[in-house]
């Protein structure tokens, strides 16, 4: 197997296809989706674009969707939810379809589409991402972080890092032999600084910083649970996990 490490889509190859794919966006995209299927979403959809969003919403039931938007941290006006995964509770989600758009996570996901599977990683599903790559054993992994815009975040960073060091420990190889790329060699690094201050690292962070000036303390510590839940987002159809 071969582990490449890409911390943003934007630095995401355009050319080539992977085997298996996952898209991270701790803070906090992809751990609202992980949440909101473990509280029971019959699905999430995601979204780049706010008004396809909209369009392709409104031919489903009201009651068996849920619109969340995120843009710049704040919920978009006149959305069910923003994007915070202590809001996807079994109350608000089970049975309903979660259609999302969120400011940079739902765009790492579409930029990797078209691998052989594509899944949804965040700290809270860690293992169940770990463990599906152990058993598929695919030959090419791409892990893609959202970042900021274009930019890297140490939050995605770290959480690459605490899959790429499973993996490797795991399967028992050398790190040369597993990383595909330099990146994984540093997340794996940042992640062994950082592993026992985990919710000190979401501080530091530009977003976490951010997060922080919205009020969103609960969620900076809920988003640093490692492996507290079984369930892994996977791709069943474009855009829809
Ligand atoms: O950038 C994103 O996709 C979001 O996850 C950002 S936020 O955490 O909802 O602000």
Known sequence: ??????????????????????????LRA?????????????????????????????SWPTEKRIRAGERGGAKVAGFDMGNSPLDCTPEQVQGRRLFISTTNGTRSLERVQKAGAVMAGAFVNR?????????????????????????????????????????????NL?????????????????????????????????????LLRLDCDEDLKYCVQMDLLDVLPIQREPGVL
Not at 155 to 171: F, K, N, P
Not at 177 to 199: C, F, S, T
């Open 174 to 210: 050398p790190v040369e032999q597993v990383a595909g790329n330099d990146e994984v060699v540093g997340a794996i690094a940042l992640y062994e600084q950082w592993k026992d201050r985990l919710l000190e690292l979401m501080h530091q962070a530009s977003h976490g910083q951010r």
């Open 1 to 26: 197997m071969k582990l490449f490490i890409y911390h943003t889509p934007e630095l995401t190859p355009s050319s080539g296809v992977p085997d298996c794919a996952i898209a991270i966006d701790v």
């Open 127 to 171: 293992r169940a991402v770990v463990n599906y790559i152990l058993s598929e054993a695919p030959e090419t992994v791409w892990i893609v972080g959202s970042g900021w815009e274009g930019s890297f975040s140490l939050e995605d960073t770290a959480c690459a890092g605490a899959i790429a060091q499973s993996l490797v420990t795991e399967l």
């Open 30 to 58: 992809t751990t609202t989706m992980v949440t909101a299927l473990a509280a029971g979403a019959e699905a999430v959809q995601v979204f780049s674009d706010l008004d396809k969003l909209i369009n392709e919403s409104d």
